[in-house]
């Protein structure tokens, strides 16, 4: 039945924001993404490929409401993005004011020790710039039975050259690899990389694009619903669905086929 569920009511889910980070290809060919691969002691998702991000903390709703941002919330799960960027990367994206490789290995240091963004902002008399997160998608896989559920906001956003240091944070990944889109599903379909049913779908969706101005342009003109997979019964079997129409170019996949955290 279409829309069938897995339990009697959904669940919560925990507010979360995570960006995918485009440069320009050594070579000159796809645009290229940063993927990390999560600790295996993790609880969600260990030992899987994914874009970096997290969950949203309370220091980024103060910051938000302290910067006086209209939209609270979203604003919050921006600077979420922008915080475990720096946190899990060492990139210092979405942020302005004199930055190189020292000054954001001295940020990253600071935001390990104070535990929150205002703290980098004050000491390194950086600003924010949300706007070079573009809202890409929204994920909330409230009906399956998983041992934690996020509510996740997707964000594209541009390096450009990408010609920065990255680095491991040693706790939550352990590595951390720039890869097209299209050789990330590559690589996951010869089992070199795991990913989980909701970022190989972005994978597929990050597939089409040539370069970031054509992702941009492709988020900003697509419509921008919370996704909420559900399961259903299809000729090819028990499959887990999302919506059409939302810029997806796979929409139903064979349950078993399925990595879901």
Not at 56 to 67: G, I, K, M
Not at 162 to 181: C, K, P, Y
Request: glycine share 8%.
């Amino acid at each position: 039945m279409a829309g069938s569920v897995e339990q009697d009511a959904p669940r919560d889910g925990i507010p979360a924001a995570t960006v995918v980070i485009f440069r320009h290809a050594p070579d000159g060919g796809a645009p290229q993404i940063l993927m990390q691969v999560r600790s295996r002691s993790l609880a969600f998702a260990g030992g899987m490929a994914v874009f970096p991000g997290g969950r949203v903390d309370p220091s980024d709703y103060d910051l938000a409401r302290e910067a006086g941002y209209v939209d609270i919330d979203e604003a919050a799960h921006q600077i979420a993005a922008i915080r475990e960027t720096l946190e899990e990367t060492g990139l210092a994206l979405g942020l302005r004011g004199t930055i190189d490789a020292q000054s954001a290995a001295e940020a990253r240091a600071i935001l390990l020790e104070e535990k929150g963004l205002l703290a980098v902002l004050e000491r390194m008399g950086w600003s924010i710039a949300l706007n070079d997160l573009v809202p890409f998608a929204r994920w909330f896989p409230k009906n399956e039975r998983l041992p934690r559920i996020f509510d996740t906001r997707f964000y594209i956003a541009d390096l450009g050259t990408g010609a920065v240091d990255i680095a491991v944070d040693a706790q939550e990944n352990t590595r951390l690899f720039w890869t097209s889109a299209r050789d990330a599903l590559a690589g996951a379909d010869r089992g070199e990389i795991d990913v989980i049913f909701p970022t190989r779908r972005n994978l597929e969706r990050l597939a089409q694009f040539d370069d970031f101005g054509q992702a941009r342009e492709h988020a900003q003109t697509t419509p921008l619903p919370t996704i909420v997979p559900w399961i259903e019964e299809r000729p090819e079997g028990r499959s887990l669905c999302i919506p059409e129409g939302c810029g997806y170019p796979v929409t139903s996949v064979p349950l078993d086929d399925a990595k879901r955290g």
